[in-house]
């Protein structure tokens, strides 16, 4: 019998049966398509993350001239931002898949059953599947994980050209992480739900510019988004030329946890492993997989039924510390929607100003919780006075959040 069933074919499903045969277990997988297909969308990550994974040469692109602007003058960002080189990262974790052995199944889950002794899915055309416990990887609407009611969910959203234009859109060699510049708004649309642009030089002429909507409930239409990006690069005098490809990117935001007392374990999206207050996840996928796979397999070592196991897996994945940074995460998020694009502006000018463990960490996901605590309470004494009161009044409207950060509790 196999150890685990992953559900899904994405880099979540990927990064979590490579970390499980890692872990030495005989997985199977069910995915909607070959695990081998294309992945559509673009991954930026700090390349010190992936140092610490032994992982930097899967990087496509790498930028030292990083800024961001939060006011007419550049600020510069003294850290690495690289590409993922999106085939490259697919084909190593399939490598470690093919070395322990999965095997892939394709087709659509649609039932789930559990035993004392092992979890049975179901695909859509009658096949049956069998493990002692089920990983579903399979995104945001997760097919077998259970989650609380949602609360209004805030998303994520950003239209991207990949292309050639009549002059640079940003300077060469440059990775521009923000840019809420506005001049080329029109007065009512700065009074609309800020937006930034994302951006970076490709070399051989070729650009990648993204407006982008930090979080907004509910989501900025891709239409806005397009409209406000071509209005950008026209204030530059900036025409397209060539279009390779476009990029829509939306995904939530503040999706609640899950029920971690299910028989089931997610991963990725399906176990809102989205950063709450950046939308950043690849990074964290890749450094928590091994921990979840190695969860797995203590409880596979130690438990007799699926509820037994998957309990295990889900205090590796979600233990009380994780918990506690999640909700201030969530606080932070639910702060920041609340800011205008000055109040905003400000926010991350003081942000970026902090000590780069600080700012690097926050991003990352990798401070401890009481490294977080004191990251927010130095940017709180160093903000100006709006954001001081735009934090403070987040305190009364949102305080649950931070009583949840305490009790670390879902």
């Not at 690289?82 to 697919?90: C, E, F, P, T, V």
Request: hydrophobic share 45%.
């Amino acid at each position: 019998m196999f150890d685990v069933l992953v559900i899904g074919g994405g880099p979540a499903a990927l990064s979590m049966a490579a970390a499980l045969c890692g872990a030495g277990l005989q997985v199977q997988g069910l995915a909607p398509h070959p695990p081998s297909a294309p992945w559509p969308n673009t991954y930026g990550i700090w390349e010190d993350e992936l140092e610490t994974l032994g992982l930097s040469h899967l990087l496509g692109h790498r930028w030292q001239n990083c800024v961001a602007y939060f006011g007419s003058q550049a600020l510069a960002l003294p850290r690495v931002y690289g590409l993922i080189d999106k085939a490259q990262l697919q084909d190593h974790l399939l490598a470690q898949c093919q070395r322990g052995g999965v095997v892939w199944h394709q087709g659509f889950a649609d039932s789930l059953e559990h035993d004392s002794q092992q979890a049975r899915v179901t695909t859509q055309a009658g096949a049956a599947l069998n493990a002692r416990v089920v990983v579903d990887a399979s995104g945001h609407k997760p097919i077998f994980v259970r989650r609380p009611q949602a609360w209004p969910v805030a998303y994520q959203a950003a239209y991207g050209i990949v292309g050639r234009f009549s002059a640079p859109p940003v300077a060469p060699h440059q990775f521009v992480l923000m840019d809420y510049r506005s001049d080329h708004l029109s007065a009512d649309q700065r009074h609309q739900p800020p937006t930034f642009l994302y951006a970076m030089d490709l070399g051989d002429g070729i650009f990648f510019v993204e407006e982008t909507s930090l979080a907004h409930c509910p989501a900025i239409s891709f239409k806005t988004l397009e409209q406000r990006l071509r209005q950008r690069l026209a204030w530059q005098q900036v025409q397209v030329t060539e279009v390779h490809h476009i990029e829509h990117c939306l995904f939530p935001m503040n999706l609640p946890l899950p029920c971690l007392d299910q028989p089931v374990v997610g991963f990725g999206g399906a176990a809102s492993m989205v950063h709450p207050a950046t939308g950043y996840t690849l990074g964290a996928m890749l450094r928590r997989a091994p921990t979840l796979a190695q969860g797995i397999a203590t409880g596979l070592d130690t438990c007799t039924t699926p509820h037994a196991v998957a309990q295990a897996a889900w205090q590796a994945l979600w233990p009380s510390d994780r918990l506690r940074k999640h909700y201030l995460y969530l606080f932070g998020l639910q702060a920041l929607m609340t800011f205008d694009e000055a109040r905003l502006r400000h926010f991350f000018n003081t942000f970026f100003h902090l000590p780069q463990g600080d700012w690097a960490g926050f991003l990352a996901d990798t401070l401890a919780p009481a490294q977080l605590v004191r990251a927010m309470l130095r940017l709180f004494g160093r903000a100006p006075n709006d954001v001081r009161v735009g934090l403070m009044g987040a305190v009364g409207r949102h305080g649950h959040l931070l009583w949840r950060a305490i009790r670390s509790s879902p």
